[in-house]
């Protein structure tokens, strides 16, 4: 029973009882009752105890309800605020949504949300706080404390508000911020209560504004790591995830409109970097343009330099947020998030951002470092920092305001050129230096590019790096046209053809070279390089089944060579032109060639030496010398095994492999073409996997493992088919055509028979899919 309705009770009982105690007492005294009631006289004394029993309950009634009971409710405030503003719909946060739960769940009085602008951090704390309000039936407060503005709003003006929405009296309004924030612990102290802080600017305007006591909780964000709170849990959150934000976006755009273009809606994805923000904006837009397709929104944020344009939407804007916060920075803080928020690639190193600020690096690192705190940087490893692609953008034009831009990327370039070496720093900076060059171009640094690729190139001569060669001439072609150097695009082109050609990719690789060699006879000035080129283009020739075209090249390559006197090119161009005649069953051309290379060799072991000898012993093999082939096959095994040359140890397992073949050791011979495939695998050599393959299903078909031999081919015939090697793809059906015969499969094998001899074509007879690629070597 309620306060207000027990006390008139307790009145009206009170004064009844003193009427019939006052009557019973006197009768039993000797009093009189009036005549009807006389009869009843000798009930006075038992009245008289019966109510003095009342009059004791009465008392312990009163008594008890003067006491504070323990388990019976608090009663409840004057007033009780539910101030909580709508949740707007939460997408992709279920993990973070779920930690905050568990957080208050599990007793924290407080919880913090930190991260960078725009990932939806006050959207997750409206949610979860939304959810707990329940729990919290006292009174939800809310403060946007504007944090983030050049204004952020004094806690004492909140603790005023809070005060007014518990319906505190105008007098208690008044003081200090010490003494409203003890007042508003006071009032909350025994309550439950919720608080919810958003955009809070650092942790002395938060820690005013916290209830203190055991029943409430309150939930903050920030933009910064508010660390200084004791007891706060704090949760950090980033981007979303590529689907969740793909969600998010198409909850924006409306019904319909991320399905009906959904390339167009994975390019928006990836152009807002899962920032839901952005993404709001951007499905903002495509709601209000009904006409304008996912596609053709991407193409306009395709350009960087107008993408934050691109984001605004009303009163939102991308731009606007991020700089709120640049502008909340030290001078020294905006100076390097400037200087280092243009670093092309994937992270900076601390070491370059010191280049980059041109500053010492221990007042760098004190200023990322406040960076990371205020989610305007990320520290993915120790003196290593990264930005959000849309924080790099805002960064990159408040350094363009200027020439500050253009002079960090030059300290940048100089800095990796300076320390390009081979082990931790190419590993760290490999996809740094293809992107500094690729901006180089654009901010008309080509020369510092060029001295970059050359500083890099010979780090990437290795059998497993070809992609990334292929990657780092590929950029080197604009550099050349953009300083208008003939030369260093006539070498461009030849390494750009020569990584195709490693890589498998003959259909590439062949016009590449046919470029190079076209310019440098029209540069006509340099007859070693024309022959250089001449060499390419043999090789691709050779790569294709084309023995004519290979042999006339690489025969003029020759030619040229030795009247240069230039030997080391002279004994590659023998190596190519061996394997080319050994390939096509003519010994007689390929010992000559390569016994040539072998005497012009110095005595040490080297890679061309390995490689002649191979050679040489695929030459006697062909000859029917198959004792002699095997000495020397083993003989450029022990070279390989001693050098540590990968690509040429894998060709004489293979050699060594089909001389196993020969003699009926077919268990020795998987044994080798496993082997070799495992290390052509490890050095992504397509030539080398398809040759593997194709071996593999010779040894089953041998064996009479039918379908294991339709397994090896049909593997063999994917790699090449993605090669485009048409030869060597028409040699392959022609062996799957036999083997699907004899297993009474006519149809199949008659269609791959059909085929197979359409793509042999007239190629000359050789020796089947085997064909020696090797790393080049620095020219």
Known sequence: ??????????????????????????????????????????????????????????????????????????????????????????????????????????????????AAPG???????????????????????????????????????????????????????????????????????????????????????????????AHSVAIVTSRRLLSDLLGASVLTIGALTPAAALELLATAAGPGRVSADPEGARRLVEACGGLPLALRIVGGRLRMRAQWSASALADRLADEGRRLDEMRLADRAVRSTLRAVYDELGPGERLVFRRVGGYPGTSVGLAAAAARCALDEHVVAEALERLVDAFLVESPAPDRYRMHDLVRLCARELADDGEEGVDCLHRHLRWLTARARSGQWLAAERENVLAAVHAA?????????????????????????????????????????ALGDEPFRIRALRWVSHSYGMAGLVRLELPAAQQALEAAELLGSDVREIALALWRVGDAWRAQDRFAEAQAALLRAL????????????IEVRLSLGTLYNTFLRPELSVPVLSRAVELLPERESPERGWALLGLGLASELGGQTDRGRELVAEAMGVAERIGDEMLRGYCLQERGWLYVRHGAYDHAERDFRAMLAIFERLRSGHGIGSAHAALGDIADMRGQHPAALREYGTAMAEYERLGLRVRLGQVLLHRSAVLRALGREQEADADLVRGEQLSGDAPVH???AVQRRPGREA
């Open 767 to 769: 020796r089947g899919p």
């Open 1 to 114: 029973m309620m306060r207000h309705r027990v006390v008139p009770l307790l009145v009206v009982t009170s004064g009844l009882f003193s009427v019939l105690l006052a009557v019973a007492v006197n009768v039993a005294t000797g009093g009189v009752l009036p005549g009807a009631l006389r009869p009843y006289t000798w009930m006075a004394w038992p009245l008289v105890g019966l109510l003095a029993v009342v009059g004791v309950a009465l008392g312990w009634w009163q008594q008890r309800l003067a006491e504070p009971q323990p388990g019976r409710a608090l009663a409840a405030l004057p007033h009780t605020p539910a101030e909580l503003p709508a949740a707007p719909a939460l997408v992709g946060r279920g993990e973070e949504l779920a930690a905050v739960r568990a957080a208050v769940e599990g007793g924290s009085q407080l919880v913090v949300i930190a």
């Open 559 to 570: 030619e040229l060579l030795i009247g240069l006197g230039a030997v080391a090119d002279e």
């Open 119 to 213: 990932t939806g951090k006050s959207a997750l704390a409206l949610r979860a706080a939304h959810d707990a309000r329940d729990s919290y039936p006292d009174g939800q407060l809310f403060a946007a404390l504007r944090g983030a503005s050049a204004d952020p709003v004094p806690p004492e003006a909140v603790l005023v508000r809070f005060l007014r929405a518990l319906g505190r009296p105008d007098d208690e309004l008044r003081g200090e911020v010490v003494e409203l924030a003890a007042r508003f612990r006071s009032v909350v102290a025994d309550r439950r209560v919720l608080v919810l802080l958003d955009d809070a600017r650092d942790a002395a305007q938060v820690r005013y504004l916290l209830p203190g006591g």
């Open 441 to 481: 171009v654009g901010a008309g640094l080509a020369a510092p590019a060029r001295a970059l690729i050359e500083a890099v190139h010979p780090l990437v001569t290795g059998e497993a790096e070809h992609s990334y060669r292929l990657r780092l001439w590929l950029s080197a072609v604009p550099v050349a046209q």
